[in-house]
């Protein structure tokens, strides 16, 4: 069977065709970027990120594909306190790569730029932070403001580097376990003497409440008892005495019997 020669050479020109396409197709997915290398046209292109989608590009150049959504950066570190001792230390960072810069990024920092960027500027700024407080502080009431201490440091190390730092988390704080000792068993002495000093400005309240208390009786007694004239007593038992003899009950009334004249009321019962 004769193939004509024009339908071999059509063939051929649609393999080729079909090919170059399949070369030139490149498919960028979700939460991903592309930096674009022109290997005749002066290597990476800075002017453009692509984005999510279908792009045809030039068989002869390449694309380099980075995740732009936030990721997290994990790591275990040693470092020393103020007054010398190991912490070990739990850390995250989060961060995303600048997608507007995101080929300068290549052309500068490279594909492994979480080594060369992340990780140093994190560990050198926990260092230095760890480094400005005792095992006491950092373990009783320092934890947040280390944590925000860090996240400012290691920003100021990548806020030129083509990323974006959004938050550093402090995990995990361990001390030497003589150390922890020390703090807590100082801390529960702090606690008891808190307790301790509270039981007695209470009782201290109470006493000085009681004090006033009586004061304040002893001063109204003296009062009454200075309103209380001869006269006033005999006039409250002249009211009291005409108030019984109104009463139903039986009694007797000796008018001038008692003292001062007042009268002896004697029950007939």
């Avoid at 960072?93 to 810069?101: G, L, M, T």
């Avoid at 995990?171 to 703090?183: N, S, Y």
């Avoid at 003899?245 to 004697?266: E, Q, R, T, W």
């Amino acid at each position: 069977m004769n193939i004509p020669r024009n339908l071999i050479t059509l063939g051929v020109v649609a393999l080729f065709i079909v090919l170059l396409l399949a070369k030139s197709a490149t498919t960028i997915g979700s939460g991903t970027a592309g930096v674009l290398y022109k290997r005749f046209g002066g290597g990476v292109d800075t002017t453009q990120t692509l984005g999510e989608g279908f792009h045809i590009i030039a068989p002869w150049n390449t694309v380099f594909v980075y995740e732009v959504r936030q990721q997290d950066v994990f790591e275990e570190m040693t470092v020393l306190s103020s007054n010398g001792l190991d912490i070990k230390l739990e850390a995250s960072v989060w961060f995303e790569p600048n997608y507007s810069q995101l080929a300068l990024l290549h052309k500068k920092k490279g594909e492994n730029y979480v080594e060369r960027i992340i990780k140093p500027a994190m560990r050198s700024a926990t260092r230095s932070v760890v480094g400005r407080y005792t095992p006491e502080q950092i373990y009783s009431s320092k934890r947040d403001a280390i944590q925000q201490e860090i996240y400012e440091e290691t920003k100021s190390v990548v806020a030129d580097q083509y990323v974006q730092l959004n938050s550093v988390l402090v995990r995990d704080v361990t001390l030497p376990a003589t150390i922890k000792d020390a703090i807590e068993r100082k801390l529960r002495q702090e606690q008891e003497s808190l307790e301790y000093e509270f039981r007695l400005e209470k009782a201290r309240k109470e006493a000085e409440r009681q004090r006033i208390e009586s004061e304040g009786k002893a001063k109204a007694n003296e009062i009454l008892s200075a309103s209380l004239t001869d006269k006033i007593l005999r006039e409250k038992g002249i009211e009291a005495t005409l108030k019984l003899a109104d009463s139903p009950n039986s009694k007797v009334i000796m008018i001038g019997g008692g003292d001062d004249g007042m009268p002896i009321i004697l029950n007939a019962d």
